[in-house]
C-alpha cells in the first residue's frame, strides 16, 4: 500500500496494516519480545516503476518487522542521497549506489556520521561469517562502518563464435597472440560477407569494455600496483603500454570496429547480435544474452568462453578483480539513535543471509517467480510480472552466493562462464587502493581520470604517440596525480604495506 512520498519519489510505506506475528529464532540483539522492529530503508530503484508490496509483506513476516522502503530512480539516486545526507533525514538504513558513492563517503565516515559496526559483526550467527578480505575492501581506517551486497570477484573474459573457430580449425584462445590470430582469421573468413566482418566488438569504455580485462593479460595492476615497495597508478606500468599498442594494431588492420572509443554497449552487442564481430570481451555472463539474440538470426550460431589468459610478459593467468561488493549499506547516527537500535537493525540484516530471506529477495516467490527442478532454480517466463514485483529487491539483497539456490543453466557456455569465474578468484587482481585513503584522489581522481582517459584513446587513434601519452602522465601528476600518490603510498605504508 502505497502510504507517503519521501524525497519526492514514489516511497512504498510498509507495515501501514497490522503487525506482523513475531518469527521463531532471533539473533543475539533483535527485537525479541518487543514486538516488530520498525525500520526505514532508502535503496536503489533499477526498474521503471516502484514493486508492489508482495515481496515486501514476506519479508516483513519472515523478519518481524514494519519496513518502510523508499525507492529512489537509479538515475537520482546519488543526488538524492546527498540531499537526504545534507539535511539530516536519511533513513535507519541506507544503501550506497556504488563504489564511488563510497569514495566520496569517506570523510563523513571519518567524521563519525555513521556507525562503526565491526565490534558487532561476532555476534550474529551470519554477519560474523563476513569474508574478511571484502570487509577489508570496505574499511575506513581499518574500521567497518557497512554491510556488503555479495558479488563474484571476476566475471570478465572470452566470449567468441565457436562455431566460427571450428570452421576455420581454432582451438580456444590461451595467449594474446591467439588471440590477435583468432580475430584476424575471422575478418579474412568474412564470414558476415561484404568484406564487413570484424574481430573484435568493443565499446567506448575502459573498464567494462575490452581494454582492463586485456590489460590485465598483459601483466597491468588493477589500477595500482606495488612497483619495489610503492604503490603507482596502472597507466605508468608497462602492461598498460603493451596494451594501447595491441588494440592499436587491431585497429590498424581493421580487426576492431574503428568508431570504438564512441560505440555504445547496445550498438557493441548489436555487432555479436548481427554477425558482423566474431568476439565480446567483458562479463561472461553476457554469454546467455548474446546467444539467444544471435541465434534469432543465425540458428547455427554458437559462443564458447573462455578467461585464463597468458602473454610474452605474464606467463601466468591473471585477471582484473572487484572488491568483491555491489552496494554497501551505511547506518547514520541521525537516524538510528542508540546501540540498542543499531543492534536490532543488524539482527534484521543477519537473516538476509538465512536460505529462506536469500532466495526470496533473489529469486522471489517459487511457483510465481520460478520453480525448482531437481533442486535447481528456473526463472519465470513472466518478465513483466518479475519486474513488478522481484527484480527491484535484487538491489536490497544482501547475500548473492551465500546459501543461495543453484540456477538450472539451460546453456552449456553459461554454466561454463560461472564455474571459470569462480575458478578465477585465485588468480584475480585486486587493486590495493581500495581500502586506502587520499583526499586529493576523493576531491579530483574522477577529473584526473579523464586526462589518461582522453591519451589513451587519442594513442590508440594514432593521434598521439609514447612521447604525447608521456606528456598527458606529467599533466596528471602536475594537477594534482603526484600528491595522490604520495597520499596513497602514506596510507600504504600505515596499513603496513598489505
Not at 219 to 233: C, E, H
Request: contains cysteine.
Amino acid at each position: 500500500m502505497v502510504c507517503a512520498a519521501v524525497l519526492a519519489v514514489t516511497t512504498i510505506l510498509a507495515g501501514c496494516g497490522d503487525s506482523k506475528t513475531e518469527s521463531k529464532g532471533t539473533a543475539n540483539g533483535s527485537q525479541a519480545n518487543q514486538g516488530p522492529l520498525k525500520i526505514t530503508i532508502m535503496a536503489n530503484l533499477s526498474t521503471p516503476e516502484v514493486p508492489s508490496d508482495k515481496i515486501e509483506k514476506l519479508l516483513e513476516e519472515k523478519t518481524n518487522s514494519q519496513i518502510e522502503f523508499q525507492w529512489v530512480p537509479d538515475g537520482s539516486y546519488d543526488e538524492k542521497f546527498q540531499a537526504a545526507f545534507a539535511t539530516g533525514s536519511l533513513p535507519q538504513a541506507a544503501y550506497l549506489k556504488n563504489q564511488s558513492s563510497f569514495v566520496l563517503l569517506r570523510d563523513a565516515i571519518k567524521n563519525g556520521q555513521f556507525w562503526e559496526i565491526g565490534p558487532y559483526l561476532k555476534d550474529y550467527p551470519n554477519l560474523s561469517k563476513l569474508n574478511p578480505d571484502v570487509l577489508k575492501n570496505t574499511a575506513v581506517e581499518g574500521k567497518i562502518y557497512t554491510l556488503y551486497q555479495e558479488r563474484p570477484i571476476a566475471r570478465q573474459g572470452i566470449i567468441y563464435r565457436k562455431d566460427w573457430a571450428d570452421k576455420l580449425g581454432l582451438s580456444e584462445p590461451k595467449t594474446t597472440d591467439d588471440i590477435y590470430n583468432m580475430l584476424k582469421k575471422f575478418k579474412e573468413a568474412d564470414f558476415a560477407g561484404g568484406g564487413k566482418t570484424l574481430g573484435l566488438a568493443d565499446r567506448n569504455d575502459l573498464v567494462y569494455g575490452a581494454f582492463k580485462t586485456l590489460s590485465s593479460y598483459f601483466g597491468t595492476p588493477n589500477g595500482w600496483g606495488a612497483v619495489d615497495g610503492k604503490l603507482v597508478p596502472e597507466f605508468m606500468t608497462k602492461g598498460y603500454m603493451d596494451t594501447m599498442k595491441f588494440i592499436k594494431k587491431l585497429r590498424d588492420e581493421g580487426l576492431i570496429n574503428q568508431d570504438f572509443p564512441v560505440t555504445s554497449k547496445t550498438d557493441q552487442q548489436n555487432m555479436m547480435y548481427t554477425g558482423k564481430a566474431g568476439m565480446y570481451i567483458g562479463s561472461m555472463q553476457d554469454v546467455l544474452t548474446i546467444q539467444d539474440k544471435t541465434s534469432k538470426n543465425n540458428k547455427d550460431a554458437q559462443f564458447e568462453v573462455v578467461n585464463q589468459i597468458t602473454s610474452s610478459s605474464n606467463a601466468k593467468p591473471t585477471t582484473w578483480g572487484i572488491p568483491g561488493y555491489g552496494t554497501l549499506v551505511v547506518f547514520p547516527k541521525s537516524a538510528v539513535k542508540t546501540e540498542g537500535e543499531l543492534k536490532q537493525i543488524l539482527a534484521f540484516y543477519d537473516k538476509f543471509y538465512t536460505p529462506e530471506i536469500a532466495n526470496l529477495l533473489k529469486y522471489g516467490v517459487e511457483g510465481q517467480h520460478y520453480t525448482l527442478q531437481d533442486g535447481k532454480v528456473q526463472p519465470g517466463t513472466d518478465e513483466k510480472m518479475k519486474e513488478k514485483e522481484q527484480k527491484p529487491y535484487l538491489t536490497v539483497a544482501l547475500a548473492d552466493t551465500t546459501n543461495i539456490l543453484p540456477s538450472l543453466y539451460t546453456l552449456k557456455a553459461q554454466e561454463k562462464a560461472v564455474n571459470l569465474s569462480n575458478d578465477a578468484v585465485k588468480f584475480a587482481l585486486q587493486d590495493p587502493t581500495v581500502p586506502l585513503d587520499s583526499k586529493t584522489y576523493n576531491e579530483k581522481g574522477a577529473r584526473l581520470q579523464d586526462i589518461i582517459k582522453d591519451a589513451s584513446y587519442k594513442f590508440m587513434l594514432g593521434n598521439i604517440d609514447e612521447a604525447g601519452f608521456q606528456a598527458a602522465i606529467k599533466k596528471w601528476q602536475d594537477d594534482g596525480g603526484a600528491k595522490i600518490i604520495e597520499e596513497y603510498n602514506a596510507s600504504f605504508k600505515a596499513s603496513g604495506g598489505k
